[in-house]
C-alpha cells in the first residue's frame, strides 16, 4: 500500500469516527485544525485506524504524532 | 454485537418513549467511553440514561464524604468498578499477600454496605476479571501467597457475601472475560496512555450486561422460553424420520441437543416458563417427550404444548393469552430463519435471537445473550409450570360449568390476609416487580423499602393469598396503604398477579379493607390510577369498585364495611 492508498484509507476513517462524510484532511492537519478532534476522538481514531489497516501502534507512538502525516509514516513502518 | 461506534452514533429519537434513569459510574479507571456506550446502548432498549462520572480513582473518597458530588445527587442505579490491574498494583506491595483477600474483601464490604445505607440505589458491583502473574506458575493455582489465588478467592468473598442481598447485583466481568477472552477483554496500550484498562470493543458486551441488570430492576426480563421442536430440540424431523431416528443422546450431535435440553431443564427448575410451538401432529410430537429415552424435557416440564399447522405467529398469541404475560418477557427459539423473522415481523416486542446453523453452538451462543436476567430466586418461581398447568385444568373445567357463578362456588376458593412480613416480603417485593398490568400506580418496593413500611407508623402493607380446590396460586395480591389524617387513608399501590383475575378477588379485597378501615376509625379512602403502557386493564378498576372519580384520582365514602359480590372465603387461621 502506497502512502496515497494509505492517506485514503485514513481520511474514511477521520469521516467515519467524526461523522462527516466530506470531511477533508491534509498531512499537516493535527487536533487543533478539526473542531471534533478532542483528546476522546483521538483514541477512537487511532484505534479505528488500526483495524482499517490492520496494524497495530506501539503504546509509545499514539500520543505522539504532530500531524496526520507523521501517523500515516508510521503506519508505513508497518506494512 | 454491534459495534461501540455504531452504539455511540444511537441517538434519541423524541418520537419514543424513554424511561428515565440517573446513574452514577464511580471507577479507578477513566470512565469516558463505558459511560457513552452505557448511554446509546440504553437507547435502543428505551432507556434514557444519563452517567454521572466520579473522578478518576476516588471511590472511597467520594462514598466517604458527605459533602461529596456522589453524595448530593440521586442515582438509582450505582455501578463500581475496580480494576484486577489497581488490585494488582495493592498486591505487588502488600505484605501480607496471604490475607489479601480477606483485606479487600473488608474494605470493598465497607463502601458498599454504606453506599446501600445511605442511599435508595441499587448497586452494580464489577467482580475482577483473571489476570495471573504466574510468579509461582501453575503452582500460583495453589499457592495462597500467589495474586491469583488472592483474586479468586476474592471474587468467591464477594459472591457470597452477595448471594442473599437483592440490592447489589454483581457485574460478572470475568465471564465475560471467559466469553471474549483477555486479549479483547483488555487493551494495555490504553491503560498506559489513557488510564483504562477495557478495549473499546469489550465495551458494548460489558454495557450489555449492566444493562440487562438495569431492566431488571425495571422489572424487564423474560420469563418465558417458547421453543420449536425439530432440529432445534433434537436433530432431524420427526414427522419424516420418526422417534427412532431423530438425533437425540450420547452420540454425535445428539448429545449437543441432550445439552441443550439439560440447559433448558435448569431455566425451568429455576422458574422459566417453557412453552412449545411446533409444526407438527400434537400426538407424534407429544410421543417423543412421553417415549423417548434420551429425552430430558419431559411433559410435565412443558406449560402449554402448542402443536399443529397453523402460522407460529397465531399459535404464539395464543401462548401469550393463556399465560397473560407481556410479549416483551418472552423468547423464542427456532432453527429456521424464516419463522424467526415471521415472528419478529409481527411481534416486535418478543426477543428472537438467531440461532447459529451449527445446533453444536447453541448453547455458547445463547450463555452469550444473557436472555435470563433475574435478581432473585424465589420458592414460587420452581412451582411456575405446575400454576400453569393446573391453570390449564381450571380451563378446561370451566367450559363444562354454562353459569359461571356456580363454577366459581365450585371452585372453593379461600384467601388468607396477612400484614407485611420478613416471611412475606421477599414475595411482595417480587410481586411488585412483576405485576404490570394490575397495577394501579406501578410503585415498585425493594425489600428494604417493605421493611422501612412494615415497621412505619403511617404505612401499612396488607398482603393476600390465594388456593382453591385445585391448589394454591400462593400470594397474589398486596395493598400498601398510607395514612393521611385520622379518618382518611391513600391507597399508594395495589398489584395483583394477572393470574387470578375475574376470580372476584378484587370484590373481596376491597370488602376486606372495608372492614378493617371501619374498625380503625377511616371514613375515607383515596386512590390513584397512574397509567403507564401496560396497565390499561384497570383503567376503570375504582370506578367499577364504587369509587367516586376525578381524573385518576378516586374517593370512597365509608359508612359501613362493604359486601361487594365474590364468592371467595377467608381463611380461619
Known amino acids: ?79 | 454485537m454491534k459495534s461501540y461506534l455504531k452504539i455511540l452514533k444511537n441517538k434519541i429519537d423524541e418520537s419514543l418513549n424513554y424511561n428515565k434513569l440517573k446513574i452514577a459510574l464511580l471507577s479507578d479507571q477513566s470512565t469516558q467511553f463505558i459511560s457513552k456506550v452505557i448511554h446509546g446502548l440504553g437507547i435502543e432498549r428505551l432507556l434514557d440514561i444519563s452517567v454521572w462520572e466520579a473522578p478518576i480513582n476516588q471511590i472511597e473518597q467520594q462514598v466517604f464524604n458527605p459533602k461529596s458530588d456522589f453524595n448530593n445527587k440521586l442515582f438509582e442505579t450505582v455501578i463500581v468498578f475496580e480494576s484486577t490491574h489497581s488490585l494488582l498494583d495493592k498486591f505487588s506491595l502488600s505484605n501480607k499477600k496471604s490475607d489479601f483477600a480477606d483485606i479487600q474483601f473488608e474494605r470493598i464490604k465497607v463502601y458498599t454496605n454504606h453506599i446501600i445505607q445511605n442511599s435508595n440505589s441499587k448497586l452494580i458491583l464489577f467482580n475482577f476479571y483473571e489476570l495471573n502473574d504466574k510468579v509461582y506458575g501453575n503452582f500460583s493455582a495453589k499457592v495462597n501467597i500467589s495474586f491469583i489465588f488472592q483474586l479468586r478467592k476474592l471474587n468467591f468473598l464477594i459472591s457470597e457475601f452477595l448471594a442473599n442481598n437483592h440490592n447489589i447485583s454483581i457485574l460478572d466481568i470475568s465471564t465475560i472475560q471467559n466469553e471474549i477472552g483477555s486479549d479483547n477483554l483488555m487493551d494495555i496500550s490504553m491503560y498506559l496512555n489513557y488510564g483504562f484498562i477495557l478495549s473499546l470493543d469489550s465495551l458494548p458486551f460489558i454495557s450489555k450486561n449492566i444493562i440487562d441488570i438495569i431492566l431488571t430492576y425495571n422489572s424487564v426480563f423474560n420469563k418465558c422460553l417458547i421453543l420449536d421442536l425439530d432440529n432445534t430440540l433434537w436433530g432431524g424431523i420427526i414427522g419424516d424420520d420418526g422417534i427412532d431416528k431423530i438425533q437425540l443422546g450420547e452420540l454425535g450431535i445428539g448429545k449437543a441437543f441432550n445439552n441443550f435440553q439439560l440447559w433448558i431443564k435448569k431455566l425451568k427448575e429455576r422458574g422459566v416458563i417453557l412453552c412449545i410451538c411446533s409444526k407438527n401432529n400434537e400426538e407424534v410430537a407429544k410421543n417423543v417427550f412421553i417415549n423417548h429415552p434420551d429425552m430430558k424435557l419431559r411433559l410435565e416440564d412443558i406449560s402449554v404444548f402448542v402443536a399443529n399447522w397453523e402460522s407460529k405467529v397465531d399459535n404464539i398469541k395464543n401462548i401469550q393469552k393463556v399465560l397473560n404475560i407481556g410479549f416483551d418477557s418472552m423468547v423464542f427459539l427456532d432453527d429456521n430463519p424464516y419463522e424467526r423473522d415471521s415472528v419478529k415481523e409481527n411481534i416486535p416486542d418478543i426477543t428472537v435471537p438467531d440461532l447459529p446453523k451449527d445446533p453444536a453452538n447453541y448453547l455458547s451462543f445463547l450463555y452469550k445473550e444473557n436472555l435470563f436476567e433475574t435478581l432473585s430466586v424465589s420458592e414460587l418461581d420452581k412451582k411456575r409450570t405446575n400454576l400453569y398447568q393446573t391453570e390449564y385444568e381450571r380451563v378446561k373445567s370451566k367450559s363444562s360449568f354454562t353459569d359461571l357463578s356456580e363454577y366459581m362456588i365450585n371452585l372453593k376458593m379461600v384467601s388468607k390476609v396477612e400484614r407485611l412480613s420478613s416471611f412475606n416480603i421477599p414475595r411482595v417485593s417480587q410481586l411488585s416487580h412483576r405485576s404490570n398490568q394490575f397495577n394501579l400506580r406501578t410503585v415498585r418496593y425493594s425489600e428494604k423499602e417493605l421493611t422501612e413500611i412494615m415497621n412505619s407508623e403511617n404505612q401499612m402493607g396488607l398482603v393476600f393469598d390465594l388456593s382453591d380446590k385445585f391448589g394454591s396460586h400462593g400470594i397474589i395480591s398486596y395493598v400498601i396503604i398510607k395514612k393521611v389524617s385520622k379518618s382518611e387513608f391513600f391507597v399508594e399501590n395495589w398489584a395483583m398477579s394477572c393470574r387470578v383475575l375475574e376470580r372476584g378477588m378484587e370484590q373481596f379485597i376491597l370488602n376486606y379493607i372495608s372492614e378493617f378501615s371501619i374498625q380503625k376509625g377511616f371514613t375515607l379512602i383515596t386512590a390513584e390510577y397512574i397509567p403507564t403502557k401496560k396497565n390499561i386493564i384497570v383503567k376503570d378498576l375504582y370506578k367499577k369498585l364504587g369509587f367516586l372519580a376525578t381524573g385518576n384520582k378516586y374517593q370512597l365514602k365509608l359508612n359501613n364495611k362493604l359486601n361487594l359480590e365474590t364468592k371467595i372465603k377467608i381463611k380461619d387461621e
Open chain 1, 1 to 79: 500500500m502506497n502512502r496515497t492508498e494509505i492517506f485514503d484509507k485514513v481520511q474514511e476513517v477521520f469521516r467515519e469516527v467524526l461523522e462527516d462524510e466530506e470531511l477533508i484532511i491534509k498531512e499537516e492537519y493535527n487536533a487543533s485544525d478539526i473542531d471534533e478532534w478532542d483528546s476522546l476522538t483521538h483514541i477512537l481514531l487511532v484505534v479505528e485506524t488500526e483495524k482499517k489497516l490492520g496494524v497495530k501502534f506501539l503504546s509509545s507512538e499514539i500520543a505522539n504524532w504532530k500531524d496526520i502525516g507523521a501517523m500515516i509514516s508510521a503506519i508505513q513502518t508497518k506494512i
